[in-house]
């Protein structure tokens, strides 16, 4: 039975423990993919490069560091061993400080419809990793608003303040593809814990693999298009 994480397929077979557990526990992949939505939002209406920089570094924060120090302080399992608490509480708190620091310039700048998608992103932040409300929160659904739709508006918003039908159509793509990553993530994960087969879960492991490198490579090269 998989004890820990650190056999999964985005943590870095080198280095020493410390290292790969502080690259793993970003789930570089899938934030990639939740920083390209937010991009996705972007490029969807009227856009600068500096606001998609600033997009992404405000996914990044939030998502990559924040929430995923979240999760591993809210997950009963200790999914990345017996991490320091104290330390993924700084990380986390830093983190979002600076995620809303960025979202608060911008939305008092120009573009005020980040504070109710940030007000939405921190209540899933919070009640999704930390399981609050008995886990109520913890589920499919939302994985796919936080994770999918609404970085999708918040791109748009950060440029244009406002979400157009392109936004629209964009964030139910990103809704779908969350919802495929979360539920073959989390058939992924049982899989491994009941010490399956290893063909049997790699197929998981693929689809995964596959998901998200589309999606973050495409976006990457949209954006190259576009502005290079």
Avoid at 31 to 42: D, N
Avoid at 197 to 210: M, S
Wanted: aromatic share 16%.
């Amino acid at each position: 039975m998989q004890k820990d994480r650190l056999s999964e397929w985005f943590v870095p077979k080198f280095g020493s423990q410390n290292f790969r557990l502080s690259i793993g526990i970003l789930f570089l992949p899938y934030t990639g993919m939740v920083i390209s939505f937010a991009i996705w939002g972007s490029l969807s209406v009227e856009s600068s490069l500096d606001r998609i920089v600033s997009i992404s570094l405000l996914y990044f924060f939030a998502i990559g560091i924040s929430a995923h120090c979240l999760d591993a302080l809210g997950s009963k399992k200790k999914p990345w061993g017996d991490m320091s608490r104290s330390k993924l509480w700084i990380a986390s708190i830093i983190s979002l400080i600076i995620s809303f620091s960025v979202g608060l310039y911008y939305a008092f700048l120009d573009s005020w419809l980040l504070i109710p998608i940030g007000i939405a992103e921190g209540f899933f932040l919070f009640t999704y990793n930390l399981e609050l409300f008995r886990g109520k929160f913890h589920n499919n659904l939302s994985f796919v608003i936080s994770w999918g739709i609404l970085p999708v508006f918040a791109g748009a918003a950060i440029q244009s303040n406002s979400i157009s039908v392109e936004t629209i159509i964009f964030s139910a793509i990103a809704g779908l593809v969350s919802y495929v990553l979360i539920v073959t993530s989390r058939n992924y994960k049982e899989l491994k814990r009941q010490n399956a087969d290893y063909k049997i879960y790699y197929k998981k492991e693929v689809i995964l693999k596959i998901t998200s490198s589309v999606v973050i490579f495409s976006t990457i090269f949209f954006i190259a298009i576009r502005y290079l």
